[in-house]
């Protein structure tokens, strides 16, 4: 059974950093692209960024482009998010998918994980 569990979220100010981790099991986590997608309050599921399988090529979101990093740790079947600069806008629950698309015409494809709270906030 494939499961994917967020860790890392939390509260943080303004312009500060957060690195959030998603702990793989029941697959290879090599053998699988993956994403991070986020909900924040009262709005609908985003795609924040995305990997190929080996971490050669990635992608992102304009609303994060030059402030968040994703990368991976398939050894130790780990997926990362780095997140700098943080702003209020960041302020969303972070999920975890083993999926280049976390979403397809907004509806969820893949497995998601449970997810982790980011909160940005003086």
């Known amino acids: 059974e494939v499961q994917l569990v967020e860790s890392g979220g939390g509260l943080v100010q303004p312009g500060g950093s957060l690195r959030l981790s998603c702990a793989a099991s029941?697959?290879?986590?090599?053998?699988?692209?993956m994403s991070w997608a986020r909900q924040a309050p009262g709005k609908g599921l985003e795609w924040v960024a995305s990997?190929?399988?080996?971490?050669?090529?990635?992608s992102y979101a304009d609303s994060v482009k030059g402030r968040f990093i994703i990368s991976r740790d398939n050894a130790k079947n780990m997926l990362y998010l780095q997140m700098t600069s943080l702003n209020p806008e960041d302020t969303a629950v972070y999920y975890c998918?083993?999926?280049?698309?976390?979403?397809?015409?907004?509806?969820?494809?893949?497995?998601w994980g449970r997810g982790t709270q980011v909160t940005v906030s003086s």
């Open positions: 990997i190929r399988r080996g971490g050669g090529r990635t």
């Open positions: 998918v083993d999926r280049w698309e976390p979403l397809v015409y907004g509806i969820r494809n893949g497995d």
């Open positions: 029941g697959f290879a986590l090599g053998s699988s692209e």
